[in-house]
């Protein structure tokens, strides 16, 4: 079983379109993530919610609105897509907020904006 | 916030040879280091982590130590072998309020030649 599984994993659209990222985490965490991975390999945070509530917000544009329907989903939802906005996104989750859990992540999810 | 940088960017080593990659830190809060391999097309895993209350750990052909004084902590993997090649990250992280938040080195493309 996929224990942190993310859809797409390709995906490629054109500038100005809106487009969603799904995540899913069977491992019954409370916590969940977005990670940014540029083309140079740097991986940084994006946003951080523990049982559906945002915790963290690392300065990343209102262009994208994450959204937790439950504790098990976080989506990653991206309006007028612009070209660098061209990454790998990844989806992790650990057990709790505030502690230092490992961080397991998905497999993530190419986004090439044309 | 915290910055970790991450030396050297790319490494290659014979087959059964020694690799060690090196990471800073610049924020004395930060008390847990984890290390993550990424293979390609694949998100990272976490293959060991140290916490600030101990200065060495092992697991197998992989060990990491921590100096605290000087900010600084490292990878280090014996008899490396093909199936090692990948792109290697530390990480560090705080506990406080802000959630377990990583901030990630620049990540080291290690190539083991057969």
């Known amino acids: 079983d996929t224990a942190v599984s993310q859809t797409p994993k390709y995906l490629v659209t054109q500038m100005g379109n809106d487009k969603s990222i799904k995540c899913e985490q069977n491992?019954?965490?409370?916590?969940m993530y977005w990670y940014k991975q540029d083309s140079k390999k740097f991986l940084k945070i994006m946003f951080s919610y523990n049982n559906k509530e945002l915790i963290i917000n690392e300065t990343v544009p209102n262009r994208f609105s994450p959204k937790s329907p439950d504790k098990a989903h976080l989506n990653l939802h991206i309006n007028s897509l612009e070209l660098g906005d061209s990454a790998v996104y990844f989806c992790?989750?650990?057990?709790?907020?505030?502690?230092?859990?490992?961080?397991?992540f998905g497999p993530g999810t190419r986004l090439t904006v044309l | 916030g915290e910055n970790v940088e991450q030396h050297p960017s790319t490494l290659s080593v014979q087959e059964g040879d020694s690799a060690v990659i090196k990471c800073t830190y610049s924020?004395?809060?930060?008390?847990?280091f984890p290390w993550y391999k990424q293979e390609l097309g694949k998100g990272p895993q976490l293959i060991i982590d140290?916490?600030?209350?101990?200065g060495e750990k092992k697991d197998q052909r992989i060990a990491v130590t921590l100096n605290k004084t000087a900010k600084h902590f490292s990878l280090h993997i014996t008899e490396t072998q093909p199936e090692d090649s990948a792109v290697y990250f530390c990480a560090a992280s705080p506990f406080n309020n802000a959630g377990n938040m990583l901030t990630f080195g620049g990540g080291t493309r290690l190539m083991v030649k057969p």
């Open positions: 992790a989750s650990s057990l709790a907020p505030f502690r230092t859990d490992t961080q397991y």
């Open positions: 924020d004395s809060a930060s008390n847990y």
């Open positions: 140290i916490r600030s209350n101990v």
């Open positions: 491992l019954g965490h409370d916590t």
